[in-house]
Nanobody
Framework: VQLQASGGGLVQAAGSLRLSCAAS????????MGWFRQAPGKEREFVSA????????SYADSVKGRFTISRDSAKTTLFLQMNNLKPEDTAVYYC?????????????????WGQGTLVTVSS
């Protein structure tokens, strides 16, 4: 399983970014997918996750209403649309995958991780 995250960059507060995570070496439709992030000096935390079917999206309270997770099975790609970004969203964003199961906010529940993409939000 390989996960390649991209789409990070520098954006001003209230701006938008769209992250992508290209998956390979796996049957994409069998995997629950998720996003986590790690801010400087902080532990990695859950952001969002989506079930194999594309339903049951879940979000951390801090991003609810601003971020939208989606997946494209034909492209075997996971997305995270981030709107109304805030400086506190600055972090390295990681995509993750787990074989089956519902979205789970615990890092221990995820078997596969991408390399991360840096999002910097300036005030």
């Amino acid at each position: 399983v390989q996960l390649q995250a991209s789409g990070g960059g520098l954006v001003q507060a209230a701006g938008s970014l769209r992250l992508s995570c290209a998956a390979s070496g796996m049957t994409f439709s069998r995997y629950t997918m998720g996003w986590f992030r790690q801010a400087p000096g902080k532990e990695r935390e859950f952001v969002s996750a989506i079930s194999r079917s594309g339903g049951h999206p879940s979000y951390a309270d801090s991003v609810k209403g601003r971020f939208t997770i989606s997946r494209d099975s034909a492209k075997t790609t996971l997305f995270l649309q981030m709107n109304n970004l805030k400086p506190e969203d600055t972090a390295v964003y990681y995509c993750a995958a787990r074989n089956g199961g519902l979205p789970d906010s615990r890092q221990s529940a995820w078997a596969y991780w991408g390399q991360g993409t840096l999002v910097t939000v300036s005030s």
